[in-house]
């Protein structure tokens, strides 16, 4: 049994956490009792814990202290989702106690454990019991208590494991939506895949993921050659929304023949891409026929490099300087969505939202190219709020976030912004601005279920009225009668909706048309929105 673990011993838990979790990811997404399709929980947490891994398999033996501060710096950047978030958050309280650590004893990992709750409660405002945070407080506690009776690093986590098992299966008590789904919460049988998959790498059991399944971003140096050793000049990286059931390793051999450097990512809902090419063009070409394009990025890596190699302090990302008091940036996916905003005044756009939640790292880098002192944040969807939130500590901009759980409030918020007010006043007037729009959403069932009263069928149409399932049916009419009918009788004076990139403009007109028959006092307006997965987004006013 082991008595203490060092930096190396360190970098093999985390390398073998994320390695397990990432063969778990789908396992814990169909945790998810809530039908609509997000960016689940296994996706988030796998995406949040491999950006570490990723970093550590860099480092050839780290000290405890340097592997401990690279886990917690790289999951910060690269948290996505609330699971994510709070699953890096645990990582930085325990990278804080280990600070200064050569090695860490039973005692010292019981301590980091609990540093690791305290920092993860402390981010959570209203924290629930039967989640991830319940299953880390309780398994902290129980290895506290293992620590007081034999000090040895292994009796403790093997402790905490144990406690972890019997927190988690009584989650499916504390959480009536669990209990009727008669499922454990995701997030904290997330917590406890890691806490596994540390003990086996604790006893030399490596957990490998499969070939291909976690793209991480290598940090390349090009300090040792010249343009002329870069044999394909393209950096290639697009997302496409899976629309079919085409097989992507044909989408993988046609880019191995294109270039080099591939990685490609794909589950159910999204294939992820990065390629060296000469040929971009042909490489999205191809890609074309599997779904639609979510992201592209498209970088010549020989003008890249002409520039000056960076000196280790040049290479955080540049910051604008400031020109203005005020900037705004705001997470949203759909390039008609996007030009809303831009029409109204946000500086910067984050591609993401439902399916693809952005990483702390994405949020602050659009943060860093405002050039103003103060930027606002628009998250514009409640999966996202937690990791806009820990962009404040990585830059030296002052941001604020204003709780936009939807991309309506995120457009009555703007409307409510003024470049000539006070930080203090556009807070408040765009935090009241967000209670005085309702949203209404129409997406499908990702999953069979048994929710809230509605005997769900994967495929079906589903209505959402602000955060509660509103409908569910066959037939999208249906749908927007009812909402309709609601917005009629709640008084509403205006409406827009939004129609999303799979509605064909003659489809939504139609749509428009059910509103303006029903509500025939309110102003209805239609707008291509181009947004994936709600087929269309309203609001009423």
């Known amino acids: 049994m082991r008595q203490i673990i060092n930096g190396s011993d360190f970098r093999r838990l985390i390398i073998n956490a994320a390695a397990s979790i990432e063969i778990n990811k789908q396992a814990l997404n169909d945790l998810n009792v809530f039908p609509v399709p997000d960016g689940d929980t296994g996706t988030n947490m796998s995406m949040t814990i491999n950006a570490a891994a990723g970093d550590l398999r860099k480092l050839e033996d780290p000290t405890l202290e340097k592997a401990a501060a690279a886990t917690a710096s790289a999951m910060l950047r690269g948290a996505r989702g609330n699971s994510g978030v709070i699953l890096s958050l645990l990582m930085r309280g325990i990278s804080k106690k280990l600070k200064g650590a050569m090695d860490c004893d039973g005692v010292l990992w019981a301590e980091a454990l609990q540093e690791g709750v305290d920092a993860a409660y402390k981010a959570v405002m209203k924290p629930a019991e039967g989640t991830i945070l319940t299953v880390a407080r309780l398994a902290a506690a129980k290895a506290k208590r293992a620590a007081e009776e034999n000090n040895y690093f292994e009796y403790v986590h093997e402790a905490a494991i144990e406690e972890a098992k019997i927190a988690l299966a009584n989650t499916t008590n504390q959480n009536p939506v669990l209990k009727k789904a008669g499922v454990v919460d995701a997030g904290g049988k997330g917590w406890l895949v890691a806490l596994e998959a540390m003990l086996c790498a604790l006893r030399g059991e490596d957990i490998v993921a499969p070939e291909g399944g976690v793209e991480v971003k290598e940090a390349a140096s090009f300090d040792d050659f010249n343009t002329e050793d870069i044999t394909f000049t393209y950096c290639t990286e697009f997302i496409i929304s899976r629309e079919n059931d085409m097989d992507p390793e044909k989408l993988r051999d046609f880019l191995s023949s294109l270039g080099d450097s ?19 063009g042909k490489a999205l070409h191809e890609a074309m026929d599997y779904g639609s394009f979510v992201t592209v990025k498209i970088e010549n890596m020989r003008l890249q490099h002409t520039e000056k190699v960076m000196s280790e302090s040049e290479k955080s990302p540049k910051i604008a300087e400031p020109e203005k008091t005020f900037g ?31 990483s702390t790292q994405d949020i ?11 930027v606002f944040v628009l998250p514009n969807n409640k999966n996202i709020i937690m990791a806009a939130q820990q962009v404040d500590a990585l830059t030296p901009k002052k941001v604020v976030v204003i709780e936009s759980k939807t991309i309506p409030q995120g457009v009555t918020a703007m409307l409510s912004f003024n470049p000539e007010g006070t930080e203090e006043e556009n807070v408040e007037a765009m935090t009241e601005a967000l209670g005085t729009v309702d949203t209404m959403q129409i997406t499908y069932a990702a999953r069979n279920s048994d929710f809230d009263g509605y005997d769900i069928h994967e495929g079906d149409y589903l209505a959402l009225y602000g955060s509660q399932l509103f409908g569910t049916s066959q037939d999208i009419k249906v749908l927007l009668k009812s909402l309709a009918q609601k917005v009629r009788d709640d008084g509403k004076d205006y409406v827009t909706i939004y129609y999303g990139e799979n509605v064909k403009e003659k489809h939504a007109q139609k749509a428009a048309d059910i509103f303006a028959d029903i509500c025939p006092d309110a102003d209805v307006n239609l707008l291509r929105g181009g947004q994936p997965v709600y087929y269309y987004l309203i609001s009423a006013e």
Do not use: W, Y
């Not at 591939?262 to 971009?280: A, G, R």
């Not at 880098?365 to 050039?371: A, D």
């Open 328 to 358: 705004v940036v705001s997470v949203c996916a759909g390039d008609g969505i996007a030009d809303v905003f831009a029409n109204l005044g946000v500086d910067r756009i984050v591609s993401g939202g439902q399916t693809m939640n952005p």
């Open 262 to 280: 591939l990685v490609l990512v794909d589950d159910e809902e999204i294939i992820k891409v990065h390629v060296h090419t000469n040929d971009p």
């Open 364 to 374: 602050l880098e659009e943060v860093n190219k405002v050039p103003a002192e103060i």
